[in-house]
Every structure is written in C-alpha cells, then in structure tokens.
C-alpha cells in the first residue's frame, strides 16, 4: 500500500485552470474521498494521480517516488469507473482474472487470488456468469474485484456507485466500508454526493473550482467549515446562513437576520476575529444548522415567535421553514411538533452551534 503527495499540483485545459496549486498528502492505508460540485477538478485530480491525464505542473508522488512522468500502468494503482467497464464475452471470473493473467500469473496463483477476492466481495456464487446475466450492483463488485486483486497500491475510485439506484447505493457503501476495513487498501474517491463522503471518508477533500477549500475528517468538516463554501455544501439541509448584525453589549452579541424586525439575542462569547475586525456593518455572516435553531411552544426568555411555513416530515424528524421577514430560518424538529403551516412557534438559536463567517471573503471566524 502507498502513500500519495501531490504538490503544488497545477492543470490547465488550453487557457482554462482546472486544479490550482493543489496541496495534499494521502497517508498509506487511508480513505479519501474528494468532494465537490460538478466541474470542480475532482475526476481529474483524480485521473492525474492515476496517469490517464498530465497534470501541467507540480509533483505527484506515490511511496515517495515521483510519479508525474510514469505511464498509468507503471503506478501500480487501480481504477474503478462509474460504468462498469467489464468485458462483455468473458465470465466473471476471467474479467476478475484479466489483470492478473496479462501480468503472466502463474494457473493456481490466479485462482487462489480471484476466489479470495470473491470471497471479501460475497460473488463466489456467480463466477461462471457474465456480466450482462448481472445486476448494476453486482457489475460495480466485479470491477472492484478486478480492481483489488492484483493488490495494488491504492485503489482509484471515480463515481463508483454513482449510477446505482438509491437503496442499491446505500447498500454498496456500506460494503466499500467494510471491504476498506478488512483491506486497509489506500483508496481516493470521488463523489459529489456528500452523504456518501461523510460515510465512506477517513477524510474529506472539498473542492471548488479547482480549488481545495478545506481538507478534514467527516466530522471537522461538518462541526468546523472552513468558509461559507463548504459550510453550505455539506449538511442536509443546508446550514441557514444570513446577513447578521451584531450589537455588543457586555459580551451579548444580539443578531439580527436580514432585514427582518424578528432579532435573535445570541449570548456568545466572540471570537477574537470579529471583535477586532469590528464587524457589524453588513461584513458579517451567521450560520446556524437546522438542528441548532431550537423552537418551543410556548414563549419564553431569548424566545421569538415565528410563524411555520413549509413542514417536511421525514419520519425520524421534521424540517420545519420559520418565516423570518422574507426570509426562512430552517429547523430540525422531533416529529410532529409543529402542527400545521401557519401555527406560530418560538425559536432561538442554540449558541454553542453558530458559525461566524466573513462575508466578503467568506472565510469562518469560528
Ligand atoms: P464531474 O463530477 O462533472 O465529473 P468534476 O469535479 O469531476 O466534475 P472534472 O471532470 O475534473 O470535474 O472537470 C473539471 C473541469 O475541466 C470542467 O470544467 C471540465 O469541463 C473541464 N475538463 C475536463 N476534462 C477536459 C478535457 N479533456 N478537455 C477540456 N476540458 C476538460
């Protein structure tokens, strides 16, 4: 197994930049997961570290050796598709056997390895088919087990499940999971489907417009984001971010979302970036989860009443829209707590769970 550094790696297609001097060490055995809307350089950052794109500069190095030069088949790396990409006139077992015989594997070798792969992916039941008598889900194992099985240093995954029906998906993520905790083998994934990075990733990679925006376990990235970018692309639904106005007054910071009469007196202690930045004149921003915005029944202190628009119910919970001027304020109810649209409720915001942001730059300020 391998670990993976790319240095200052640069990508240009024509005058377009599509990776902007990108930083990042994979460490051997790892699971990372690059995350980020569609365009954002993912594939190809990914198709770099394999060798099937040149990057334009920069350093890409596998256990320690330059790699930038080498042909994809001398990486010793492994790449899964999206679209299955198996041989259609030959059984499971020979399109699993396929690499390991154009290496010259030795008849009992390439059995002994197929079958172990067959036997951490559960398709030992249907070696003797080919792939159309499968499944999509089955397919995706079989590139996979034709992936793994010449045990190379990292495996490459672009998209891999991305094609799958919802419950399919789900089930085959949880399998990778497992698969990577019995393999440990370094895997870099790619999805734009944040639910599938937080359950698959040891760390996730976000990126924007080939730009890495911040690098850091599923939790880091969702308790801590890095800007306003990633704030809002990770979570579901989506952090509520306002304009927000602070007034200071003996350490109580009053937030005022939008343009809207409705004030949430946040008590928080500041960050020391916003007191001495000085914010207050429409520099700053307020994020706040939907399951940071507590709402009652009944009025009470630091309480304001809101009037429910939109309700969600999704079984475990409900997503509940508070009008809040123009605006909405979205929060994360048990469900059934808010009866019907147009019920008034009264909300505040929890404190220990807002985010301050720089709305110019859009960096956090904690
Ligand atoms: P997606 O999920 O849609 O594949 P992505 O984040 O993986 O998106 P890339 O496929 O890496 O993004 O593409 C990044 C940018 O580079 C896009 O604007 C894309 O149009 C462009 N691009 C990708 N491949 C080429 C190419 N061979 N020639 C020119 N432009 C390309």
Redesign the pocket.
Known sequence: MAEIVLSNVQKF??T?Q?IRDLNLTIADREFVVLL??????????LRAIAGLEDITSGEIRIDGKPVQDLEASERDIAFVFQLYALYPHLTVFENIAFPLRAAGGARADVEREVNAVARALDIGHFLGKRPSALSGGDMQRVAIGRALVRRPKAILMD?PIGALDAKLREDMRTELKRLHIENKATSVY?T?DQVEAMSLADRIVV?SE?VLQQVGTPIEVYQNPANLFVAQFIGSPVMNISDAKLETEGGQAKVRLGNASEAFGVPVTLPRAIEASGRGDGGLSLGIRPEGVIVAHQPGEGLVPLEAHVIEPLGAYDIVDLKVGSGVLRARTVSGFVGKPGDTVFARLDENQTHFFDTRSGQSLG
Request: proline content about 5%; some cysteine; hydrophobic content about 25%.
């Open positions: 297609f024509g377009v599509v980020g809307p569609s365009g954002c350089g993912k594939t190809t950052t998209e790619v734009h990126m080939g």
